[in-house]
């Protein structure tokens, strides 16, 4: 057999890739690069490539080498997906610090990292985007069949895809029908992608002549005076060149959108449909460019300004209502200035969406939102936009550190000591505060830590020296701290002047503002109606069946609920122990409270803000726009109302149960019921009234409860680092959590118990455990958890880390480990 030298492939490079796989795998894969992709492939962009026999995967590119892998034979790559990379060699470095730090695999990062849409693979469901209104002369061939398969059934898979248009090779052609707007990922089933249309109207050329357009006025106002008035309006709205919008045209004219149908039918008008961004709606108002600030404020500001020239962090420390976000903005002006790119962490999605508009009054629509309520085309714009630099400003919940930037200079991480930024399930189990410190240090940005009440690690962090710190002890404008009321629960039970869950003082209270016209926030931490029922005969109550949780009765829907799984089942009417139909409910959450309180004040408006209420995308904006537009009376909350909301009239502020906060088993209870006890305090008179808070509780004397009444921050920093200290805790220690999990609880305790001895012989009695955690069952996985607990600068972070791995993966290739899942947990609290 004769054999013939490739002579078009002659003296061409072998190149091969390193990709990382959207896919808990220890190792990146190597795949062969076909020689026409030679002078295509680049780091960060997205390849197509086949893992197994026959699964496909968006991978991205971390690595370009001539040196093939030596334990297997490499794949080629199937495609390439993009022209330019849609990841940054910083990205990638982060991403790594971020599996290495958080005990977790790139491909966890990459996950939580990307847009769904951004990585395809074979199980993807794809849909049709029918709201778009597909114009199939405009389809190509295979983008026809596509739609047509589409339009007989809901949901396709990439491999469907694939097998219909006889190729393996299909990414590209969904990337892009996808960035037409014709199809969907089905992650966002949800929340189906609408695109935003905005109907603008133009006047026909061949009235732009002065005096035919005259000629039409003159017929107009004498058949149809009404289409005149439009015309007119038209030509008043379109001076200087503006697009006008159907909508606003007829505002301006008074006519109804008949007529103006009329005038585009008469070939007068023209309407045109457009996309616009569906991620800011226009403002209307000319940026501002100032804020002014006190005197404090400016000293404050050297100061930061200062310390920056010899920190990378600076912590500022300033009560409530000092004016924080004022200063973030000057900082944030200095920075886009200097043309550098600024990340503003938020931890509520609640708090993004009502800063937002505060920030559009100084910085306009340089601003992009980024958080995990938007849709996958939503995120895919916002990604593209920060990686081409048209937003120089990032305002978005912890998610948004992973954005590609390519020129950061701030970040500012606002309300620090939230625990919303840390993610707890799935890997990576992250601390968006902490990532952004290392973010921060891959760009050589400066970060700004802001909150009221700190974390004590972050308190400490400053007191030693290792961050600035900088700090606001007046409230701006001189508003004073409001006044704190203590009112004992037990007192008033005993004298029996409490109605329902609210106290003679705090009903008191709401009535005088409500008569006012001013407004009142209620606090209580429980969402739902009843967190427990209860069979007086038996005292029988209803589990989750998947989980070790009682169910949480909702009124709204009357079923009870898991709060862990989303597990829901009748409320029964008679006990199913024992057949009694004494059942009662006991304890109270938000439910219970807002419909109690229409009862007891019939004429208010009251309104709920917990999970249940605010599950659509735009119900956090809905509510806070209805607060501010004074359309709401009382707002009863969870702790989404304790986290940076600045409305003018709310004057009272109730904390129906602060109990619930200090009697909780954590090493944590303290410091955690202090910031939530005071930041909802500082939610009253915010502008030039003194608010009034009351705390309900059954113990006044808690010394927690005495320093939010003094605010004395100090003092509770004080008593909380010389128990830290004395009892092994951060930031004296660090602490890795292991959950190990199995659906047989005996086959747990043999696997817990391995792992424990395994770790003991490496770390000695820095181990404790395993133990039951408060909730032992989720999901019908039983739960034991081992700690880990090691002196802060005695032990090599990076060596103990290694230590764990070699341990996990060994316990991995025992039997022992069948059905078992670890998941370790870096800083868990």
């Not at 732009?208 to 015309?231: G, S, T, Y």
């Not at 995990?372 to 305002?395: A, H, P, T």
């Not at 830290?724 to 951060?730: G, Q, T, V």
Request: charged content about 25%.
């Amino acid at each position: 057999m004769l054999e013939f030298a490739d002579t078009h492939n002659a003296g061409r490079k072998t190149l091969f890739v390193e990709v990382i796989l959207p896919l808990a795998i220890a190792k990146n894969y190597t795949y062969r690069v076909p020689f026409d992709m030679n002078d295509a492939v680049a780091i960060g962009k997205r390849a197509v490539v086949q893992f197994g026999k026959s699964k496909m995967y968006t991978a991205i590119i971390v690595a370009i080498t001539e040196q093939a892998p030596e334990k297997y034979e490499a794949k080629y790559l199937m495609d390439l997906l993009d022209d330019r990379p849609v990841v940054t060699a910083a990205q990638l470095s982060f991403w790594n610090w971020m599996a290495d730090y958080y005990l977790c695999h790139p491909g966890d990062v990459m996950n939580a990292a990307l847009p769904s849409a951004l990585k395809l693979a074979s199980e993807t469901k794809i849909i049709l985007n029918k709201e778009h209104g597909v114009d199939r002369a405009t389809l190509h061939d295979k983008e026809f069949l596509i739609v047509d398969a589409l339009e007989l059934q809901p949901e396709l898979t990439v491999s469907d895809i694939a097998k219909l248009l006889g190729q393996k090779t299909v990414m590209p052609i969904l990337k892009l029908m996808f960035e037409k707007n014709i199809i969907s990922i089905s992650e966002s089933v949800n929340e189906r992608y609408k695109p935003r249309r905005k109907t603008f109207i133009k006047l026909n050329s061949a009235y732009q002549d002065q005096e035919r357009l005259k000629e039409l006025f003159e017929i107009l106002e004498k058949r149809a005076p009404k289409q005149a008035d439009v015309v007119l309006a038209y030509i008043h709205m379109s001076r200087n060149g503006a697009r006008v919008a159907k909508n606003e045209l007829a505002e301006a004219s008074g006519a109804g959108t008949a007529i103006i149908k009329a005038l585009i039918d008469k070939e007068i008008l023209i309407a045109e449909e457009v996309n616009v961004s569906r991620l800011l709606e226009e403002s209307g108002e000319e940026p501002e460019l100032t804020a002014t600030l006190s005197e404090e404020q400016e000293a404050v500001l050297a100061s930061v300004r200062n310390q920056f020239n010899q920190k990378e962090v600076v912590l500022l420390h300033g009560i409530t209502s000092s004016g924080k976000t004022q200063l973030y903005i000057k900082l944030i002006e200095e920075a886009v200035a200097a043309g550098k790119q600024v990340l503003y962490l938020l931890p509520e999605i609640a708090l993004t969406t009502h800063v937002i508009e505060r920030l559009r009054r100084y910085f306009g629509e340089a601003i992009g939102v980024y958080h995990s309520r938007f849709n996958d085309q939503e995120r895919v714009e916002v990604w593209q936009n920060v990686l081409n630099g048209s937003y120089r400003i990032v305002l978005g919940a912890r998610s948004s550190v992973f954005l590609p930037f390519e020129n950061l200079g701030l970040i500012v991480v606002d309300e620090e000591h939230e625990t919303s930024y840390k993610q707890f399930d799935p890997a990576p189990r992250y601390n968006a505060r902490d990532a952004a410190i290392y973010l921060g240090n891959v760009y050589g940005a400066k970060v700004l830590l802001g909150s009221a009440t700190p974390s004590i690690e972050s308190y400490y962090n400053a007191k030693t020296g290792k961050y600035g710190f900088a700090e606001l002890k007046f409230r701006y404008g001189g508003v004073e701290l409001p006044q704190i009321e203590v009112v004992s629960i037990a007192e008033e039970t005993k004298s029996k002047t409490i109605q329902s869950h609210f106290t003679s003082v705090l009903m008191e209270d709401m009535q005088q503002a409500l008569s006012k016209k001013e407004q009142v926030i209620l606090f209580q931490n429980r969402r739902g109606y009843a967190p427990v029922m209860l069979c007086r005969t038996c005292a029988h109550t209803p589990k989750c069946v998947n989980c070790d949780v009682s169910l949480t009765y909702h009124k709204s829907s009357g079923m009870l609920h898991c709060h862990y799984c989303g597990y829901k089942e009748d409320s029964p009417s008679i006990c199913p122990a024992c057949g009694s139909a004494h059942l009662e409910y006991k304890g109270f959450g938000t439910e219970k409270v807002e419909d109690e309180l229409s009862i007891l004040l019939p004429e208010a408006r009251i309104m709920r803000m917990d999970m249940d209420t605010t599950r659509a995308k735009n119900s956090f904006q809905n509510i806070l726009n209805e607060l501010e537009e004074k359309r709401i009376d009382i707002l009863v909350g969870t702790q989404m109302v304790a986290k940076g909301l600045d409305f003018a009239d709310v004057t009272v502020i109730g904390i129906i149960s602060a109990d619930s906060l200090l009697k909780y088993p954590d090493f944590r209870a303290n410091e955690r019921s202090f910031q939530m006890l005071a930041q909802v305090s500082g939610r009253a008179g915010r502008r030039g009234k003194q608010g009034k808070v009351v705390i309900q509780t059954y113990d006044p004397g808690h010394r927690v409860i005495l320093q939010v009444i003094e605010n004395d921050y100090a003092d509770l920093y004080n008593n909380e680092i010389s128990e830290r200290k004395a009892f092994k805790y951060p930031p004296f220690y660090r602490m890795i959590q292991f959950d190990v999990k199995h659906k047989d609880p005996e086959k747990l305790f043999h696997q817990a118990e391995y792992l424990a001895l395994e770790l003991r012989k490496q770390f000695g009695d820095r181990v404790i455990g395993p133990e039951y955690p408060l909730v032992s069952r989720i999901r019908n996985y039983y739960i034991k958890t081992i700690m880990l607990k090691f002196e802060r600068d005695s032990i090599s972070l990076s060596k103990a880390k290694d230590a764990i791995r070699s341990m996990i993966l060994q316990f991995q290739t025992t039997k022992l480990s069948k059905g078992c899942i670890v998941q370790p947990d870096v800083d868990p609290y």
